[in-house]
């Protein structure tokens, strides 16, 4: 089992930054890599940002490319997703995510565990 609490989520005006924060509990987290989401009403729920095991490898989505930051810290257990320049189209509710098997990180069903979410809003 591993649980995930995100916090750092809010109402922040466009150009803006936030930090979003994903503290991990129970099993090992530096064995499961991490991703973040994102989720508006009536869509999917989409990938925005992965990381390894050790976070030496990123990726993120086209859209939030040179704006948004995945990073991690072992030694806290704790996922961090840096968002910088929001626009008005990155309000979401903003899952993490751990993802302990060998499948791609890239598909949402390979993770195992997810987070309760957190709400970014982006005023003008």
């Known amino acids: 089992q591993v649980q995930l609490v995100e916090s750092g989520g809010g109402l922040v005006q466009a150009g803006g930054s936030l930090r979003l924060s994903c503290a991990a509990s129970?099993?090992?987290?530096?064995?499961?890599?991490m991703g973040w989401f994102r989720q508006e009403p009536t869509k999917e729920r989409q990938l925005g940002a992965a990381t390894d095991w050790s976070g030496a490898y990123t990726d993120s989505s086209d859209s939030v490319k040179g704006r948004f930051t995945i990073s991690r810290d072992n030694a806290k257990s704790t996922v961090y997703l840096q968002m910088n320049n929001l626009k008005y189209e990155d309000p979401a509710v903003y899952y993490c995510?751990?993802?302990?098997?060998?499948?791609?990180?890239?598909?949402?069903?390979?993770?195992?565990?997810w987070g309760q979410g957190t709400q970014v809003t982006v005023s003008s």
């Open positions: 129970g099993r090992s987290f530096s064995s499961s890599r």
């Open positions: 995510a751990a993802h302990l098997g060998w499948g791609s990180i890239y598909s949402r069903s390979g993770y195992d565990y």
